[in-house]
């Protein structure tokens, strides 16, 4: 679905959360590389989806009313095969409508195992005077425990997307670290400035979490995403 359409839609059913899978169709036509991932609203569709990207992959609870999709059971990683998919389906249904007993689940979401790669994060959020800020950090205790993030007002240019990547104090670890491969530093900055003009040119968007994207030595992808809009 476009963009447009995606954030018509939402306001038709008066939500500002987004789906992971809303959330990365929009990201994905900015030009943000994300798993495809997709919806299953039954058990056969999922291991049908699952058979199409093909195995590993990861099932997600689809449900706008469950943003914290592991905290309530909702996800299920590296399934191998259709019988390993059935099984992570029901385990998701019962663990989220025992979480959330309120929550309208409409399936869950389908995507590829992605291969393991440095974990970063990038979001943006609206600040009171200045507006909308990018955030860029390290994955994991980096941002949980240290708080080593970056942040730029938006619209950001290139030098300022290199600064946000080598401000932070883990830089170091995107250079490898025993033994992992570098992070294609290059593709962080691009999808920095991408970040940037989706938010300028869309102020219906009021936050984006991008938590996980995975970095390789060639390429990122962002693996969970988060999309929430302003309600007026
Ligand atoms: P949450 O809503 O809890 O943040 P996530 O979608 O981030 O859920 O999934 C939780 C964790 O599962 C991620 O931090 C990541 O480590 C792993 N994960 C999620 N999706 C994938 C994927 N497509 N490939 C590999 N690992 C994944
Ligand atoms: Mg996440």
């Not at 989806?49 to 093909?54: F, H, N, T």
């Not at 938590?211 to 302003?230: C, E, H, M, Q, T």
Request: with cysteine; net charge negative.
């Amino acid at each position: 679905m476009k963009t447009k359409e995606i954030l018509a839609r939402a306001r038709q059913e008066n939500r500002t959360i987004l789906t992971e899978i809303e959330a990365k169709q929009i990201l994905m036509q900015s030009g943000i590389n994300c798993t495809d991932t997709r919806l299953a609203t039954t058990k056969d569709a999922a291991v049908k989806l699952s058979e199409q990207l093909g195995y590993p992959v990861v099932l997600k609870v689809s449900s706008v009313d469950i943003t914290h999709k592991s905290d309530a059971g909702g996800v299920k990683v590296n399934l191998k095969n259709k019988w390993e998919v059935e099984n992570a389906f029901d385990a998701i249904m019962r663990s989220c409508k025992a979480a959330v007993p309120t929550a309208e689940i409409e399936g869950v979401s389908v995507q590829v195992m992605a291969k393991p790669g440095i974990e970063v994060i990038m979001g943006m959020i609206k600040d009171p005077s200045f507006g909308p800020v990018l955030m860029f950090g390290l994955g994991g205790i980096f941002v949980e425990v240290l708080q080593d993030v970056a942040f730029r007002i938006v619209p950001i240019e290139k030098s300022d997307a290199e600064d946000m990547i080598n401000e932070i104090k883990g830089r170091k670890l995107l250079e490898g670290y025993r033994g992992q491969e570098p992070a294609d530093v290059a593709c962080l900055q691009q999808m920095l400035l991408k970040l940037s003009d989706l938010v300028n040119t869309t102020p219906e968007i009021e936050e984006i979490d991008m938590n996980p994207v995975f970095a390789y030595k060639d390429g990122a992808v962002v693996v969970d995403a988060r999309i929430i809009l302003s309600t007026a």
